[in-house]
């Protein structure tokens, strides 16, 4: 079963970024920014990953620990600008990573190392339903 769990999310996270890639065609829109035109293309499109995952209630902790490894590595990566996983205050079995990436290609370059190939495996038995994730492509970002 946990071997099952852990190739499902990684399924579903490479079925996400096929999908985002392909939303991404759209790659020289233009976006009024006040008045200035800014002009984005797939190279600077940044992106948010938003991954729910719920875990068995008593592996809550252990399930911490094993996050914070990828947590720390994935936050070295050149390409990611920030990548926390926050808890439920009201369910400690409910937890949602909160990925940031320079853009696609960091994204990939994300997926394709070790520390993320190897964390859908550790966390296979502490799971205790699919991860729910989203990729999202942010063509225009206003700070307000």
């Not at 008045?35 to 911490?64: C, G, L, N, W």
């Not at 205790?128 to 970002?141: H, T």
């Amino acid at each position: 079963m946990k071997n099952i769990n852990a190739r499902f999310i990684i399924v579903l996270l490479g079925i996400a970024v096929m999908s985002s890639s392909f939303t991404l065609k759209k790659s020289n829109e233009n976006y009024k920014t006040g008045t200035k035109m800014t002009q984005t293309t797939v190279d600077d499109t940044k992106m948010v990953i938003i991954a729910k995952v719920s875990v068995r209630p008593e592996k809550a902790k252990d399930f911490i620990a094993v996050a914070k490894e990828i947590i720390a590595k994935s936050n070295k990566e050149p390409g990611c600008l920030s990548y926390q996983l926050y808890q439920d205050p009201y369910d400690a079995s409910k937890f949602v990573f909160v990925e940031e990436y320079k853009n696609q290609a960091a994204v990939d370059s994300h997926f394709a190392t070790e520390h993320f190939k190897a964390f859908g495996p550790k966390i296979g038995d502490m799971v205790s339903a699919p991860a729910n994730i989203k990729v999202i492509s942010v063509a225009k970002e206003e700070t307000k």
